[in-house]
C-alpha cells in the first residue's frame, strides 16, 4: 500500500478553487516535514509549499498569497487549499515527506514516500 495517498484533485476554471488532501497511510506521521510538489509532463518535480513539524510553512513563488498549507495531525492529513487557480497550475500533484521535523527545502530530491498524486486541471 501506498504510505501517502492524495486525493482532492479535479478540473475548475480559472479563479477557482480546490483543496487537496494528502493522507498517511502506511506509517508513522506525526511532526514529520510533509511538502506538496506538482509535475508537468517533461518538466523535473516543483515544490509548492512544505509545513514542518512546528507548522512553519514554506513556499515557492508561484503559490505566494494564493496556496496555504496545512496539517491535522491527529486525523494524519496535510492540506493544500489553493485559490485563485491558474491553467499554468495544471499538473499532478503529488505529496512527499522528509525523515524530519524540519523542512529547510523544498527540493524534490530530498523527499520521499511519495504517493501516486492527484490531477489538478484548470481551464480559462
Known amino acids: 500500500a501506498q504510505p501517502l495517498v492524495e486525493s482532492g484533485g479535479g478540473e475548475v476554471q480559472a479563479g477557482g478553487s480546490l483543496r487537496l488532501s494528502c493522507e498517511a497511510i502506511g506509517y508513522r506521521y506525526g511532526g514529520y516535514c510533509m511538502a506538496w510538489f506538482r509535475r508537468t509532463p517533461g518538466k523535473d518535480s516543483e515544490g509548492v509549499e512544505s509545513?514542518?513539524?512546528?507548522?512553519?510553512?514554506t513556499y515557492a513563488e508561484s503559490a505566494q498569497g494564493r496556496f496555504t498549507i496545512s496539517r491535522d495531525d491527529a486525523r494524519r492529513i496535510v492540506y493544500l487549499q489553493m485559490n485563485s487557480l491558474k491553467p499554468e497550475d495544471t499538473a499532478l500533484y503529488s505529496c512527499?515527506?522528509?525523515?524530519?521535523?524540519?523542512?529547510?527545502?523544498?527540493?524534490?530530491?530530498?523527499?520521499?514516500?511519495w504517493g501516486q498524486g492527484t490531477q489538478v486541471t484548470v481551464s480559462f
Open positions: 509545513i514542518d513539524g512546528y507548522v512553519t510553512t
Open positions: 512527499g515527506r522528509r525523515g524530519g521535523v524540519l523542512c529547510n527545502t523544498l527540493s524534490a530530491n530530498d523527499y520521499g514516500s
